[in-house]
């Protein structure tokens, strides 16, 4: 029974297309994220959104779109894609602050 | 601007001898320190939070330390299943609610 849940695990496409990566948990947080971690395992916030308002959004390209349809789940939908896209993206969810529980990541790799 | 340094990048170890992991922060004004484990294809996994200089926090074979300026993660007779990357976070008091990570130390511990 998974706490944080995302898909794909893995997801390769060519450079141009746009892909969804969908997340849910079911720890009953109000808060969850999205992270990136490079090839050299530098773990960056992207979004967070808090009972479906957004409250943190970091230096991100605005072909990367966060939606929020409940508190349970956070989707990323990301246009255009291009290689330096190429990463692990990472779900998470907290209650409290800092305490933050992640899924077990979508390696996207962009040819 | 936030910022977290772990050292060192890499730390292999016998079983059994003990060592050290370093985390140096700067922050304007701590709220809160925390340590996760990564292990390979997973998500990082919360371990402790630190919220004032010369608080401790122990877990089986691991103890986290802070002071103002660092956090040390002690590792006292260390076995192969406590190889993982070990990942340090900072939250500030003001602002918005994100973590800064660093770019963590992979421990590896030889049988």
């Known amino acids: 029974d998974t706490a944080v849940s995302q898909t794909p695990k893995y997801l390769v496409t060519q450079m141009g297309n746009d892909k969804s990566i969908k997340c849910e948990q079911n720890l009953g947080h109000d808060t969850m994220y999205w992270y990136k971690q490079d090839s050299k395992k530098f773990l960056k916030i992207m979004f967070s959104y808090n009972n479906k308002e957004l409250i943190i959004n970091e230096t991100v390209p605005n072909r990367f779109s966060p939606k929020s349809p409940d508190k349970a789940h956070l989707n990323l939908h990301i246009n255009s894609l291009e290689l330096g896209d190429s990463a692990v993206y990472f779900c998470?969810?907290?209650?409290?602050?800092?305490?933050?529980?992640f899924g077990a990541g979508t390696r996207l790799s962009v040819l | 601007e936030d910022q977290v340094t772990q050292s060192p990048e890499a730390l292999r170890l016998q079983e059994g001898e003990s060592s050290s992991l370093n985390c140096s922060y700067t922050v304007s004004g701590l709220r809160g320190l925390f340590w996760y484990r990564q292990d390979p294809g997973k998500g990082p996994e919360f371990l402790f939070t630190l919220y004032s200089a010369g608080e401790e926090k122990e877990k089986e074979r691991l103890k986290a330390t802070l002071t103002k300026k660092e956090s040390f993660l002690h590792i006292t007779a260390p076995k192969p299943e406590d190889s993982a990357t070990y990942l340090c976070a900072v939250q500030a008091n003001f602002g918005n609610e994100k973590l800064t990570f660093g770019t963590g130390t992979r421990l590896t511990i030889i049988p």
């Open positions: 998470a969810s907290s209650h409290r602050v800092g305490i933050q529980y």
